[in-house]
């Protein structure tokens, strides 16, 4: 965890505030475009939230958050009751969303997703690239930087309010692009499917905000050895491993608990997971709070 | 006399004008601090409170209490009359829902921890399953199962003075937990169940480890 203090809170858009946090004490960690944080907000709750100032800029991190009509207590909390001065613990940034080399990129961003693309896009400009944004949103005062975005790149952004004009031609857009131009896209689920539908796998990379619906076979219950620690934990069928993991008495972070945000991962040393997560675990990892077990016994490096 | 025996003669009852000659009325700014509404000092609170007292009764006034709490905010403000409180696994809602089935009056006290003042709201109060009010209530991916939308008709601070003499946020007031007796104790005896407490004990820490 990082103490930082929140600096600037200020709306940017019809629902939407960017804060600032300044590092409580001296630079904070460096993060690459795409990167995102947990921050723990005052009510308990930790959500993540793409950075999307300048990665230079070390003193500060930079976030901005919508006002979820059907806020769980996150985007509600920033919204109504954040103040200025308050201090506030983030997490070391986070990135399964990284930017790869490429010749030429075409960035999708819905709505509040446009801000892992900010720092990407001037990354793939400031690389030489050739870089392209369609931006949607419902209504031009809805979506936040669109009008930095245009005094910066000029035509190379198109803002594309979908209230008056329907949803972007992924089709169209697919079908002009350059055989090794990579594609990033970042916004709501129909967004993400739509993109999924267009583009070709290898060259499309997605960010979630919130896990794909999605249907398991039932849990079942498994055990899990922990090699440092020679424990047994038993995981019940309604129990999460993270869970189980946590009254065993092993500090594991956690933030979103759903297998989106990746901070409760854990190295697997043996046994067969059952990945459950929207992020794709890398070998030999796996995120405890939503994954579980194909075999009744797991070992981990715990 | 043993200690576990009932007493047969009650404490003398007083009539409400003996109660009023001894304590006097209510004054002024404790009438005027009543609200019809939460203002952005009750929201305040209401987000940052994750416990509450629930107060219902049944048709023939017969009264119920009990216990809610979650992370902070759990109770969500609909709007400046209106507040949900989610339905979890384990909280025994059912006395509530029946009670308010025949009688929809409900009072609740907000607390947070620090704070010697209480919020007091009171109103009228249903059970809802509107999918847009338990979407908002998911954690950990699971949804409440039903909550209670509850009309605000009168809403208020009330002082700090109960909280003060009970000394309820003193750290040195938890020793008091060490002479009470463990939840394993009170359910081996209570039950007359052939189980070392201990055990019980354990039984029933492991049950609380699921919480959603």
């Known amino acids: 965890m990082q103490r930082t203090v929140l600096e600037r809170i200020e709306p940017v858009a019809d629902g939407v505030v960017s804060l600032v946090l300044r590092g409580a004490a001296g630079p904070l960690a460096p993060w690459e475009p795409g990167a995102h944080i947990d921050l723990a907000l005052p009510n308990w709750l930790t959500r993540q939230y793409s950075l999307c100032g300048d990665p230079a800029d070390r003193d500060g991190y930079r976030v901005a958050v919508r006002h979820d009509r059907l806020s769980r207590g996150g985007s509600e909390y920033v919204h109504r009751f954040l103040r200025t001065g308050r201090p506030l613990d983030v997490s070391l940034p986070r990135n399964h969303f990284p930017l790869r080399p490429a010749p030429e990129y075409l960035f999708l961003a819905g709505g509040i997703g446009i801000t892992p693309i900010l720092p990407m896009l001037a990354a793939a400009t400031a690389a030489g690239s050739t870089a392209t944004l369609v931006y949607a949103g419902r209504s031009a005062t809805t979506m936040p930087f669109a009008d930095d975005l245009r005094a910066r790149y000029g035509d190379r952004v198109t803002v594309h309010p979908t209230g008056e004009r329907g949803r972007p031609d992924l089709g169209a857009l697919a079908a002009a692009l350059g055989p090794r131009a990579l594609v990033y896209c970042c916004g709501p689920a129909p967004m993400l499917d739509a993109a999924a539908a267009a583009f070709p796998s290898p060259r499309l990379h997605l960010e979630r905000f919130r896990p794909a619906a999605r249907t398991f076979a039932a849990n079942r219950p498994f055990q899990v050895r922990c090699v440092r620690s020679g424990q047994d934990v038993d995981v019940g069928a309604e129990e999460s491993l993270l869970n189980a993991l946590q009254h065993a008495g092993h500090q594991i972070p956690s933030g979103c608990r759903e297998g989106v945000c990746g901070s409760c991962e854990i190295a697997v040393v043996d046994g067969e997971p059952e990945h459950r997560d929207d992020i794709g675990a890398p070998p030999g990892r796996m995120y405890s709070c939503v994954s579980r077990a194909r075999s009744s016994r797991l070992a981990v490096d715990l | ?212």
């Open chain 2, 1 to 212: 006399m043993s200690s576990t025996s009932i007493r047969r003669t009650r404490p003398r009852r007083v009539s409400l004008d003996e109660v009023r000659a001894r304590i006097g009325e209510p004054d002024a700014m404790v009438r005027a601090k009543k609200r019809d509404h939460l203002d952005h000092h009750s929201r305040r609170f209401i987000a940052h409170a994750p416990f509450l007292a629930m107060a219902t009764s049944d048709a023939h006034g017969r009264p119920d209490c009990t216990p809610r709490g979650d992370y902070p905010g759990f109770v969500k403000v609909l709007d400046e009359r209106t507040v949900a409180i989610p339905d979890r696994p384990g909280n025994n809602i059912a006395d509530s829902f029946r009670n308010l089935a025949e009688n929809d009056g409900i009072g609740l006290m907000f607390v947070v921890p620090g704070v010697r003042e209480v919020l007091r709201v009171n109103g009228r109060g249903y059970p809802t399953d509107e999918p847009d009010v338990l979407a908002r209530m998911q954690i950990e991916g699971r949804d409440a199962q039903l909550a209670i939308v509850m009309e605000v008709a009168e809403a208020y601070f009330h002082c700090g003075r109960a909280l003060i003499r009970s000394r309820l946020w003193d750290p040195a007031s938890q020793a008091l937990a060490g002479e009470v007796p463990s939840i394993g104790q009170i359910a081996v005896d209570q039950m007359e169940l052939d189980m070392d407490p201990a055990d019980a004990e354990k039984i029933l820490e492991a049950d609380y480890r699921q919480l959603y």
